[in-house]
């Protein structure tokens, strides 16, 4: 026998409930699965103090038991006036006041609520400065932690746009996540209030305490949605903040300041910053003006249930079924219960929602770096006896089309000097970066004496190389210090400093500051002295001698030097790479002609390979680009 016909529209309407109720369940998963972090972030901060953290909790849980004993208190006292005012007056002296058994009680009473009152500010100004504190600790722990993790990742992970994002918004957390705890605490005190003005409530009319309670949902809800949709709006936006980073930079920094004064950019550039900070204005303010509309409105009904159970309390007062102490302890009772029910449970969205930028926080340290040292690595070779062996080694950037290498195969010797020559794009600076290993190739090996480089540790590794780039660092530190970076383990034997940079051609330079190895350089702080570009490579070079290191990688190292300091420079280079494995790099073919051997590079291959002479009898590529160049001097 067939059951009743189903009617129309019921299964459709059956479909959307259970869709809705499927995306409310995975937003309230969302919402739930964010708190898993939570105590992770306690076990940090407690490392950080145990002992602040021990206090705040402390302070927190008295704090939490004196309102209602200070409600309690005026109850008394105000039931103690009532009584007194059917007795006699006393005298007007303070002597016939506490002489009087009753009297004394009040004044006591008014004495304790006074004493009480102290204890709650007190409790409240030590609760701040010992959570100012941890957090304090906590930022500069976390900002340690997040700079050592990201020292570790590979360097084509921060290349990565989507993990620059990453970084980003993980940087954002690392100081306003230790408000969450102080919100935490916030939350757990504000509950233990609750739990005693409710009993305290509840012996007297209990149903009123579940209608403030189920008057305030909605409000609850209506922050959960806002809260959400904020999050979300600033994970979206994450590289419009990036981007906005940038033209603040751009528009208000030293080192862009002559091209964009020379250039007359500054009009372009404000107008791009105006461009992308309007866009996340706009959207900013309607999640604002909306959060701020529904709110109001949600918000009127715990009002209106407030002054219900306010009138009820009233009208029973009237109806002497409470006295006058009664009525001031209900009625402040209620008006807490109200605005700690609605702060508790607006503050349980609040938790929630800031956990959700924990996820942004802790997913950076889920990232993990794909170059690591193995877990049994092979003693590093020194001396280097063998020298660097690329074997049929390809390479491919992260979403592109084409290898940047492939196919490659050379040697450089032990001791051997190798110049890289080719034109933009030929892989020179790709080869570099598989030298270092801040690369690992996609297609065959990279030897050091016979064993792939990703046999041996990877700090010893690169302990025993020493590169200066075309880019190098200038660093906002002190001049000795900027030469230090080169082995900075050596950075307070001022004798090693001081006999790096003679040998770099960097002494006369910083000899001639007013505060010698001492000055700070760069124009970011106070007191900092600029250098020209041919004096900041002079120090870059320093580091070189400072590292002392088997390996040794010039990319394009006298680019801002004038002729006679170039050929100062590559008077004390022989000296520098005499006796270490040596790749250079450089557009200059003067410089390049003192290598042992010249690689010429073309669409990530060796197109040719020999000595200067020997490639120009050859009548190739080389010959013809030196003849280009020398033209030039002509």
Known sequence: MSGPAPRPGAGLRQRLGERLGERLGQRLGERVGALRHLPTLFREIAAAS????????????????????????AKLILDGIVAEHARPAPGAGLAEWLADPGR????????????LALASDLAGRLTSLVETLIGDLYANAASLRLMAHAAAL??????????????????????????????????????????????GVAAFTPWLVVLIAAALVPAVLNEWHFTKAGYRLAWIRSPERRRIDYLRYLGASVETAKEIKLFGLSGYVTGLYAGVAGRLLAENRGLATARAGWGFAFASLGTLAYYAAYAVIVWRTVAGAFSVGDLAFLAGAFQRLRGGLEGLLLGLTQITGQAQYLEDFYAFFAIRPQIRSPARPAPVPSPIRAGLVFDEVGYRYPGAQGWALRHLSFAVRAGETVALVGGNGAGKTTIVKLMTRLYDPHEGRVLLDGAPLAAYDLDDLRARIGAIFQDFVRFDLTAGENVAVGRIEAAGDAGRIAAAAERGLAAPVIERLPEGYAQPLGKRFAGGLDLSGGEWQKVA??????????????????AALDARAEHD????????????????????????????RILVLEGGRVLEEGSHAALMDRGGRYAELFTLQAEGYR
């Open 541 to 558: 070079l320093s580091r070189a001698y400072m590292r002392e290191a088997e390996i040794l990688i010039l990319d394009e190292p006298t």
């Open 50 to 73: 145990p002992r602040l953290l021990a206090a705040s909790l402390s302070l927190r849980l008295v704090a939490s038991c004196l309102p209602v004993l200070t409600l309690y208190l």
């Open 104 to 115: 004394a009680r009040l004044a006591g009473l008014v004495a304790a609520e006074f004493g």
């Open 154 to 199: 590979d360097l084509a992970q921060f290349e990565d746009s989507a993990q620059q994002d990453r970084l980003e918004r993980a940087r954002r957390q690392v100081s306003g996540r230790t408000g969450l705890i102080g919100t935490v605490f916030g939350q757990l005190q504000g509950l233990l209030t609750l739990a005693t003005l409710a009993i």
């Open 569 to 596: 420079v590559f008077a004390r280079f022989r000296d520098l790479s005499a006796g270490r494995t040596t790749v250079l790099i450089s557009h200059r073919f003067s410089t390049v002609r003192m290598a042992d």
